[in-house]
């Protein structure tokens, strides 16, 4: 069946350590997904996502245009992050596991996120709707994001793991007639 994602009730954030100490965190803005989904049976669902690099906001905006620069995402030669799942497990109790190819970059890894299923549920025009919480991590010098800066007390600037929280609300289609 194919669902739609409602980006006006979704988000792509990630977060960051600075300075080795606190945690940066940001969203991507603009991003789209292609989802066939079995919410009954997630095993045989597949999706597929897109985010425009340039809509990176952590809430800085001198921040934000490093992060779109060459020490980065190089948003003009890599306009766009992408992800396509490859196999779906669930344990039966709304909890799942999703891997698939991870881009940034030009560079593509295996990464696997662990989420939860919310619904589904019918929403109040009579449309079928689900949401989906997912987590993982990535190693940012995996896809070439090694920017960084020494401290001089020890340590480094921006860290190496990067925390991905996706919540996605997603609508089934309608059929047409």
């Given at each position: 069946m194919?669902?739609s ?14 300075m080795?100490v606190?945690?940066v965190?940001g969203?991507f803005?603009?991003f ?10 997630l095993e ?7 985010i425009?690099?340039r809509?990176?906001?952590t ?14 995402f190089?948003v ?7 992800f396509?799942?490859?196999e779906?497990?669930s344990n ?8 698939g190819?991870l ?12 989420g939860?299923q919310?619904?589904p549920a019918?929403?109040?025009w009579g449309?079928?709707v ?5 987590e993982g991590?990535?190693d940012?010098?995996?896809?070439g994001?090694t920017?960084n ?7 480094v ?8 929280e ?12």
């Open positions: 194919s669902w994602v409602d980006t006006s009730h979704s988000s792509v954030g990630f977060s960051v350590r600075h080795m606190s945690r965190s969203e803005q603009d789209e997904a292609e989802v066939d989904l079995d919410p009954n049976n045989d669902s597949h999706v597929r996502a897109v425009d690099t809509s990176i906001d809430g800085d905006d001198e921040r934000d245009e490093h992060l779109r620069s060459e020490d980065f190089k003009d030669d890599y306009p766009t992050i992408e396509e799942s490859k779906i497990s039966g109790n709304g909890e799942f596991e999703v891997t190819d881009t940034i970059r030009d560079e593509t890894r295996t990464v696997t996120l662990t939860t919310q619904g019918e929403d109040p449309g079928r689900v949401g989906y919480s997912l991590e990535i940012r010098g995996d896809f994001l920017w800066q020494a401290l001089e007390t020890g340590g600037l921006v860290g190496k793991e990067v925390s991905l996706i919540d996605a609300e997603v609508t089934q289609q309608k059929e047409e007639s």
